[in-house]
């Protein structure tokens, strides 16, 4: 990947993180990492939705004084609260997300906000030269093109958080892209993958909420259940690797030990191995290109470990099938597949939608809306809004 606009810190200096999403699954991971390297790692802003009483503990254990909170009221409450460490500047909304993303004296911006809420946030950040470290994979799924064409632009590094596009970061590097011939990620097949069909129509949200091997926010955990988590990865290495979907494919394993097999034209592959926590790839972005001790142990190979691998069964699945036609199509299919996916996945949460609707949302989503190449991002915006709207209706109907 190209070197960043702005050289990092100064050799010796600790790595400055702006840490969006802090409050959540990845955010976590995220300040177990930093509280293991604090001699590489500073913690100097941090964001979320909502959550500011978490906020200020976290601010006060890292000495963090820039922090944001997207929703207006919660930034107001907690400027009240006087939970804040005292000299703490609280930005309120999306602005005050963009702001944080682009402060002065940040190396990197770690981006784990759940769904496409973090996409001004991180363009904001590559605008401004910082690397990117990317979790929110629905970022790309939605405006991919300009979200590399801007990194492009600016020189900056996009360092992938997700585990199996971290993986695929490793195998590939110091080899030319030419000699790459296709991808596969792993997926664990989440918490259905060994349910009988019939039952799937009675799954609830505490079924789907069972992973077998990672503990997620609810979110990625659902899409992980009907695998329209791993189609979204599709599409993400599509945009980080700069392949052609016929290069990007899928694949199950049970255990979540192997993130991703790269073939190379020789028909060589290389695989990419660590347990299951997220803090192995969370803490390859944030100390890349170094390497440290990790904040957990790794796989004991010299003991009996068993690496299972089969097809994706799409009828189990139709959600990867749904969000490869999506890729295949390009153009704004991937946005309305990914608009729809997060409303209905809402909405199965909330307990307004069966389970095997959210498939039913999308897949009428995709039907309902003519694709075309979007001449500019804001184009892509119109149609994520518009989705959203008519996949609500959709929802409403289940009723
Ligand atoms: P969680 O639901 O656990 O956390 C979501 C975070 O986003 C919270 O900090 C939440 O704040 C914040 N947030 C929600 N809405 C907004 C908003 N409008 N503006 C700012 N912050 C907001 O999600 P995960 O950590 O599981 O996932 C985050 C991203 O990382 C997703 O895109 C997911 O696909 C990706 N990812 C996650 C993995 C995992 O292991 N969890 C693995 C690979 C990728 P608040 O608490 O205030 O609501
Ligand atoms: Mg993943």
């Not at 590559?126 to 990194?151: C, P, Y």
Request: aromatic residues 6%; neutral net charge.
């Amino acid at each position: 990947m190209d070197a960043p606009a702005h050289p990092p810190a100064a050799a010796g200096a600790r790595r400055r993180v702006v840490l969006l999403g802090a409050t959540g699954s990845i955010g976590g991971s995220a300040l177990r990492v930093i509280a293991r390297h604090r001699d590489r790692l500073e913690l100097v802003g941090i964001a979320a939705g909502s959550n500011w009483r978490r906020l200020s503990e976290i601010a006060r254990e890292h000495a963090v004084r820039s922090v944001a909170l997207c929703d207006p009221a919660a930034a107001a409450e907690a400027t009240a609260s006087g939970h804040f460490p005292a000299g703490t500047r609280i930005l309120p909304g999306l602005a005050g997300l963009t702001e944080l993303a682009s402060m002065p004296g940040a190396d990197v911006v770690l981006v784990a906000v759940v769904g496409t809420a973090g996409l001004e946030p991180a363009l904001a950040a590559i605008a401004s030269g910082k690397d990117l470290a990317l979790a929110s994979k629905e970022i790309l799924v939605l405006a991919g093109r300009f979200v590399m064409e801007a990194a492009r632009r600016s020189g900056t590094r996009i360092l992938p958080i997700d585990s199996e596009h971290n993986a695929v970061f490793q195998c590939i590097e110091g080899h030319p892209g030419a000699a790459l011939s296709r991808v596969i990620l792993t997926a664990s097949g989440g918490a259905f993958r060994d349910w009988p069909l019939e039952r799937l129509a009675h799954a609830t949200p505490s079924d789907a909420l069972k992973h077998p091997n990672w503990s997620m926010g609810p979110k990625i955990t659902v899409d992980s259940a009907t695998l329209a988590n791993k189609g979204l990865e599709l599409m993400e290495a599509q945009w980080l690797f700069d392949l052609r979907p016929s290069q990007c494919a899928a694949v199950i394993h049970t255990q979540s030990l192997v993130h991703c097999l790269v073939e190379f034209t020789d028909g060589s592959m290389l695989a990419q191995l660590a347990p299951s926590s997220m803090t192995f790839p969370i803490q390859h972005a944030l100390l890349y290109p170094g390497r440290a001790p990790g904040v957990e142990p790794p796989v004991d190979f010299t003991r009996t470990v068993n690496l299972d691998f089969r097809p994706v069964d799409e009828a189990r699945f139709p959600m990867l099938r749904l969000a490869r036609e999506a890729m295949e199509a390009a153009g704004v299919a991937p946005a309305v597949f990914n608009a729809a996916n997060e409303v209905a996945v809402g909405a199965f949460l909330g307990g307004r939608i069966p389970f095997l609707a959210i498939h039913a949302v999308v897949a009428q989503s995709l039907a309902r809306n003519a694709n075309f190449e979007p001449p500019g991002l804001s184009a892509v915006l119109e149609v994520d809004s518009e989705v959203r709207r008519t996949a609500l209706e959709d929802v409403a109907r289940f009723k």
